[in-house]
């Protein structure tokens, strides 16, 4: 049975997440990575072998390119994770959002459509393009309720609205064209090989380094932290098992404003590396401007994926997610070296 699969984005902090689990399954990779700032060759050391997992160094926007990997490949499956995901860029540079997470998503379909067409009907029924997205597209909750697949898109901000759009194609493409797909939804991710433009790795790197610790507004905003092994769990959960043209939201019932998880880095970090000054690294929390058009809280109500895909998570406790995360950054000061430079 062919279990080989396109997967873009996979050299990125969910995507290198998502390739070990499939290797660990005996899953054929192939990672489809422009390498930008935040997709690093760094992330996959080892992992490519040319026999179970290769690398092809290209750009989703580059159609032809994309259309030449279905032919050299033979995919049985799409997982489509490659996007500008900062909403911070988004706000002072949306265009390369509109052209890699619109106009890239749209090369997939019509790539992944062409090919799936020249299937045998067998071969058809086995095939699966999958999109990961994000809890961004539903916009903003007040202080009670949760998004769930049914929740109508509402997004705010140049990320958001680009993740929207290629949302809506995706389900397009299944619903005009009967190309099989699957759309998943999620929330914060945090874990190992993050790049440390996000809260959680810039706190750690910028208490380690004693800069200022940089919190937007006085921190009240509220995110929903899922670790990002447990998100790519799901997400292969949704690919094997999910329903063709079906939703999956992916959440970690972890609710915190960005100030608790700032002050939980520090006193983690207090612990575990103490400052030679004897002072806490929370003295370093810098409260500045708030973002432009800053949602004040996301939440998911992952209960459809629990029921029909026995989603369930290893990291039920954020904090001791968290102190494991921070342990991988302190262990990987080479990895560190390389990314920031």
């Known amino acids: 049975m062919n ?47 040319n026999q179970k997992c290769f690398f092809e160094k290209v750009d989703i926007c580059d159609f032809q390119s994309i259309q030449s990997l279905f032919e050299k490949h033979s995919p049985m499956g799409v997982v489509h994770l490659a996007a500008e995901s900062h909403v911070d860029n ?51 909750l007040g202080p009670e309720g949760k998004f769930s697949e049914s929740t109508p898109y509402h ?76 998100h790519a769990a799901g997400v292969l959960l949704a690919y094997e098992k999910g329903y063709n043209g079906d939703t999956y939201c992916l959440g970690g019932n972890s ?17 575990k590396k103490p400052r030679q000054d004897g002072k806490s690294y929370q003295e370093l929390i810098t409260f500045v401007a708030d973002r432009l058009g800053h949602d004040a809280r996301y939440a998911i109500d992952d209960s459809h994926a629990v029921r029909t895909l026995g989603f369930e998570r290893k990291f039920t406790a954020f904090e001791s997610g968290l102190e494991a995360t921070i342990d991988w950054y302190l262990e990987n000061s080479q990895w560190i070296k390389s990314i920031s430079k």
Do not use: M
């Open 155 to 230: 997004p705010h901000s140049p990320y958001s609205s680009s993740k929207a759009a290629s949302d809506h194609l995706v389900r397009a493409w299944g619903r005009t064209y009967g190309l099989p797909v699957i759309v998943t939804n999620c929330s914060n991710n945090y874990g190992p090989r993050q790049f440390p433009e996000k809260l959680i790795p810039k706190t750690v790197l910028n208490a380690l380094q004693l800069k200022s610790i940089p919190v937007y507004g006085k921190g009240e905003n509220v995110r929903d932290w899922i670790h990002v092994d447990d």
């Open 3 to 49: 279990k080989t699969l396109l997967i873009t984005g996979a050299a990125g902090f969910i995507g290198s997440s998502f390739l070990r689990q499939c290797l660990k399954k005996n899953y054929t990779c192939v990672v489809v990575d422009k390498l930008t700032y935040a997709g690093r060759i760094e992330n996959i050391d080892g992992l490519i072998d």
């Open 90 to 140: 988004s706000i002072s540079g949306p265009k390369v959002f509109i052209e890699t997470n619109i106009i890239g998503t749209f090369n997939l379909l019509e790539s992944a459509r062409s090919y799936f067409q020249k299937l045998s009907f067998e071969q058809q029924k086995l095939f699966r393009f999958l999109h990961v997205s994000t809890d961004e597209v539903f916009g903003e």
């Open 255 to 271: 609710e915190r404003q960005n100030i608790q998880v700032v002050k939980s880095i520090c006193q983690i970090l207090d612990r």
